[in-house]
């Protein structure tokens, strides 16, 4: 029962954590294709805007998945505490 | 001494009325405001200058057209140099209303007016090995086409747009018009235009993986 209650926390603090890196992905990348240089500089050449582009219009399908996940864990069960 | 003041200030207000109907009867020069731009042409809205993006490689460039030369080299006939009055006197003027499209997902559809691309090539005379045309820019931009593109459409190379002259940060004293073409394409503070054999030349964008032919009906990142 411990076991079961670690393994969702587990599971959602992976998910609230990736979707919150996600979430700041999606901001730099985004950043990287209209602020290209300016993020080339701060990265020092490793987020081009090529790049930012592909990573940015790459990341829909993750973040929807991590979303759905994370309404789900928060909706379709209550909070359970372990100890 | 009111007679006096009385006479002083009759006076003057006989020589500020004769002052106000000289002043009135010349006529007035014209004086010369800010270029206001064209929002509305033949019915169509067009798009203000401000709503570009700024997303140029090196920022806004400043041409001092003192200085300026658009010159036409590589494979042709007759190289030669002209200066911005030169093209503005010597090639007829068009005028389009093209839309811009930009791979960042913005568009602005402006009232472009300039010379065609191909009427300065043909004076120059392309070379029969002649295939692609490599457009430089005054910040080191490049871009490439197929020769075949400039010379068989009415390709602009625009020195006004919504009836003003360019802005230093929308490309002058030229910008190229490269409809149907994706918006890095659409180069800006044209320095020169070199006619080459090198189909395998790219341009700045080319060389990090954007589509060379950058035909607005495929992606960017489509292979050629």
Redesign the interface.
Known sequence: MINNALKSHIAKAIVHWSLLALVVLYFVTGLG??Q??AVEAFTFGLL???LS??VHNNLWFPFLVLLVLHIYQRIGKPNRTYK | MIRKIGGALGLSIILAGALFAVTNCKPKETGQLAPVEVREYQGQKLSSVNDF?E?S???PQKVNINNYKLSITGLVKNPEEYTYAQILQNYQSYEKVVTLNC??GWSATVLWKGFLAKDLIAEAGPLSEARVIIFHAYDGYTTSFPIEYIMNNDILIAYHMNGASLLPERGFPFQLVAESKWGYKWIKWITKIELSDDTNYRGY?EK???SNTGDLDKGF?DND
């Open positions: 294709i209209t290209y240089r081009t805007k090529t582009f592909k | 993006r997303n490689i090196k920022g791979v960042e964008w990090r993986g954007y990142f």
